[in-house]
């Protein structure tokens, strides 16, 4: 038995015999070997360094759940020390709003666009605090400021310009398509659905449920397959913008059930109605006011917002961060806040 036990493995005296001048070839796969059955042994006992959570989304027993990575959720959102950074200015929250946006002499001139405009915004983030709460705190109590969307910048990161049509000329008609722009996430989907519906509110809709509907899709009461694709180029954009897949709201299997949607598919559809109140009440007329080097040279239009100017990335703004809780000035519509 003895004999045995030292004639294992048995490739390698049969290797050695027969390459008394190659020590290199058999050292280097029983290194490997040994490397792989350590890295086994070591998964095996501490787990696997890329470990998920699985978060539920749905309701229990139809298996609707988003992975996490841990690494991932263990990275902060840069935007959370930079906010603590900042600090709370003292209570002073004309001080705060300066720095959440960067602009040191915001109220300085009261003739100023600056001054006009920060005015409007004041009152849309006390109209989010105020009306907004089913999709603002859908989670726990956090609120918005400035902050949220500027993190520190004069015009926030991630908003979005009127981008059709895409081009001017060509031969044909492109279908606001198969153009690779920032609006379609440079995808081969159309490059106008965040205007169609974030602005224009029209109807998000995909196809009729009827494999044969009488008349014409898109006319007749019906969507057709431009609305499923800049439908699907909204989604796109959700995703990318909260950082979820289409599970995150939607059971994939039964996508017309309403029994079967997630409670995120409500938070997402006030945060719709919500965008699209905003844009139209109190973006879209900033352009009144701002002056013409501040607007699209193309089109005319302002840097609008959407979903992923205040969530960049993330399933929660700034990973559920409370920024309202110390500023009740802009936790209500009745709030007066004395501009200097």
């Not at 350590?38 to 749905?58: C, D, E, H, K, Y």
């Not at 939607?250 to 965008?275: E, K, P």
Request: with cysteine; net charge negative; charged share 15%.
């Amino acid at each position: 038995m003895f004999d045995k036990l030292m004639n294992f493995p048995k490739w390698f005296g049969d290797w050695n015999k027969n390459n008394p001048t190659d020590i290199y070839g058999p050292i280097i796969v029983m290194g490997v070997a040994g490397t792989a059955v350590i890295a086994v042994v070591a998964l095996l006992a501490f787990g696997q360094p890329f470990a998920t959570n699985s978060l539920q989304t749905g309701p229990r027993g139809i298996g609707m759940s988003v992975p996490e990575f841990k690494s991932d959720l263990a990275t902060p959102d840069p935007g959370i020390a930079a906010l603590a950074e900042i600090g709370e200015q003292d209570g002073d929250i004309i001080a705060a709003m300066q720095a959440w946006t960067g602009i040191p002499n915001l109220f300085e001139d009261p003739d100023s666009y600056q001054t006009a405009v920060a005015g409007l915004m004041i009152s849309m983030t006390q109209n989010i605090n105020e009306n907004w709460d089913g999709h603002v705190n859908a989670n726990k109590q956090v609120g918005v400021t400035c902050y949220t969307c500027h993190r520190g910048q004069p015009v926030p990161s991630e908003v979005w310009y009127s981008i059709t049509p895409v081009n001017t000329n060509m031969a044909g008609w492109s279908a606001n398509q198969n153009r690779a722009t920032s609006n379609s996430q440079f995808t081969s989907l159309p490059s106008d659905q965040l205007e169609t519906y974030l602005v224009d509110a029209q109807a998000i809709a995909v196809h009729d449920l009827e494999s044969r509907a009488a008349g014409i899709p898109g006319k007749d009461g019906y969507p057709g397959i431009q609305h499923a694709e800049r439908t699907f180029a909204l989604m796109n954009y959700f995703a990318n913008s909260l950082g979820v897949n289409c599970v995150f709201c939607h059971n994939t299997r039964a996508f017309y059930d309403a029994g079967q949607v997630t409670s995120q598919w409500a938070t997402a559809s006030l945060g719709i109605l919500m965008v699209q109140e905003l844009n139209n009440d109190y973006i879209v007329p900033v352009g009144a006011l701002l002056p013409e080097e501040r607007l699209n040279p193309r089109t005319g239009d302002v840097p609008k917002l959407a979903c992923k100017t205040c969530h960049k990335g993330y399933q929660q703004p700034l990973q559920g961060t409370d920024v309202i809780g110390n500023w009740p000035q802009l936790q209500s519509t009745d709030a007066v806040i004395d501009l200097p």
